[in-house]
């Protein structure tokens, strides 16, 4: 599906909107989450906490969004963090130097890129601005981190913090020491992250106030192909796109590590996690790769680097970026900090600092391509029916409950079962407004998988269907008759994934 269906869908719904819309002077790259959005949100985020923290074993911390400047002064954020910005001569309109470049080219510029690099495409491609097509400036290095000052002087310095991952960087030797943890093993956080982006755009894609899902795997580099649970993963299948011919190709993660196209088994194996959990989002599989990169297109701190990407409008685009990290940040902090943050572990003679890999998501991005995916349009006729095929594990609601008519007990017999179900931990969306085709609509557009109909033969003591509902399912429209006393059976079997509708027999 277009990302424009996508916006238009997320305006009408509330699902996201401009922060301060009523505002004409609101700066942009600021977005809110209406209470659909809200959910879904929270809901993969809940998902992403299951599925990559939990069931990995994974630690999870909750950091501040204010850190001091020798934080960033340690992680080099202070020299590097910055994007090449060039500027209208005459209406003064910023833009991001490589992203005029790329757009014109249809290729990537290495973040390494020199200002004059910039300087001489611009000049080379005749680029002018796109408002009033006057000359461009020359290219200046700009910094995105936002500042802000500390205490009633203002006199200490901070920062709100670019990326997570830092504050799991800063932790590490408090939880090393309290937690009882040994090598492997992975600290993850979630939270706001704050770069003030030159030319934010494409809503929740690049925006200045965004949320970070981060995994953070710390490990000895001298055990970097001992991993516990291996076996689940050397078979299945990674799609690399590969620098040595540019094409994508269907490799094994036993075969990634024998080819050394992968640094070890625990950069395979989180790889491997990554694309099951995107997978499991409903994005097709045709349309994830992870993009090898090469050394001056990494991050200064990257010793190596998989950028998984998704397919948007014919763009890839960048949902997480999966780095090897090396020592660099305990380093770094240790140094700057003058704190002894070297570990030594049972059996080994030597304290060292232990390694990083990094699987860093934006929640926006995921959000955003897992709409994308999901979307479907189908017109029958004069009509079109809009449905968004999200799985249970992150739909806003599990089942919308609607009286067929407001009348004849059928308001009150729907809202017991509403009640029923979300005592049972069932989330359910409880509406009585409109014909039932309509409900049935509203519903398929943000999502919710299924839908129960209170109607008449519910009510008749002398039906066969008495005290039966009836059950539609979103993707195929089709329903089924369900008794009223197995709903909670059969929701709890819905959101752990041990039946579908499909296994229900009438």
């Not at 400047?69 to 954020?77: C, D, I």
């Not at 991050?299 to 949902?319: I, N, P, Q, R």
């Not at 993707?475 to 959101?495: A, G």
Request: with cysteine; charged share 30%.
């Amino acid at each position: 599906m277009a990302f424009a269906d996508v916006q238009n869908l997320a305006l009408r719904r509330g699902i996201y909107f401009p922060t301060a819309e009523i505002y004409a002077d609101a700066p942009a790259g600021f977005f809110e989450y209406g209470p659909e959005g809200t959910r879904i949100k929270q809901r993969l985020i809940r998902f992403w906490r299951k599925t990559l923290v939990e069931n990995e074993g994974l630690l999870e911390i909750d950091g501040s969004i204010v850190l001091p400047e020798p934080v960033f002064r340690a992680s080099g954020h202070l020299e590097n963090f910055a994007d090449p910005l060039v500027t209208c001569t005459k209406c003064h309109t910023p833009y991001r130097a490589d992203k005029l470049i790329e757009e014109m080219l249809k290729e990537e510029i290495p973040e390494g890129a020199s200002m004059e690099f910039f300087d001489s495409k611009i000049a080379e491609l005749k680029l002018v601005c796109t408002k009033c097509k006057s000359p461009l400036g020359k290219t200046q290095r700009f910094n995105m981190m936002m500042k802000t000052h500390v205490g009633t002087t203002g006199t200490i310095p901070g920062y709100l913090k670019p990326e997570s991952c830092q504050n799991i960087f800063l932790d590490f030797s408090r939880i090393w020491k309290s937690g009882r943890v040994t090598l492997p093993f992975g600290i993850a956080q979630v939270g706001k992250t704050f770069r003030n982006e030159i030319a934010p755009r494409q809503a929740l894609l690049r925006a200045r106030e965004l949320e970070q899902m981060d995994v953070e795997v710390f490990f000895n580099p001298a055990k970097i192909n001992e991993i516990d649970r291996w076996e689940e993963v050397k078979d299945y299948a990674l799609r690399l796109y590969l620098l040595r011919d540019k094409e994508i190709h269907s490799i094994s993660c036993e075969e990634a590590v024998e080819q050394g196209i992968v640094s070890g088994k625990l950069i395979a194996y989180y790889l491997a996690r990554t694309q099951q959990f995107a997978e499991k989002l409903n994005i097709p599989l045709e349309s994830m790769r992870f993009r090898e990169l090469e050394a001056e297109a990494r991050a200064f701190y990257a010793k190596e680097t998989w950028d998984f990407e998704v397919l948007l409008d014919d763009t890839w685009l960048e949902l997480a970026a999966c780095n090897y990290r090396s020592d660099h940040d305990l380093k770094t902090h240790a140094e700057v900090s003058k704190t002894d943050l070297q570990v030594k572990e049972e059996g080994v003679t030597e304290k060292f600092y232990p390694h990083i890999f990094e699987i860093s998501m934006g929640v926006g991005r995921t959000f955003t391509a897992m709409l994308n995916a999901t979307l479907k349009k189908e017109v029958r006729g004069q009509e079109e029916r809009w449905n968004l095929d999200l799985p249970v594990s992150v739909a806003p609601y599990h089942v919308g409950v609607f009286p067929l008519m407001k009348k004849d007990g059928l308001y009150e017999k729907a809202f017991e079962i509403f009640q029923q179900l979300q005592n049972a931990n069932a989330s359910a969306l409880f509406d009585e407004k409109g014909s039932i085709g309509k409900r049935y609509a509203r519903i398929d557009e943000i999502g919710v998988p299924y839908a129960i109909t209170v109607d008449y033969e519910t009510m008749d003591e002398n039906h066969e269907n008495y005290n039966t509902i009836t059950l539609r399912d979103r993707n195929s429209m089709q329903q089924k008759r369900v008794s009223i006393e197995d709903l909670e059976e059969v929701f709890w079997n819905f959101s752990t994934g041990k039946r579908s509708f499909e296994d229900l027999e009438e």
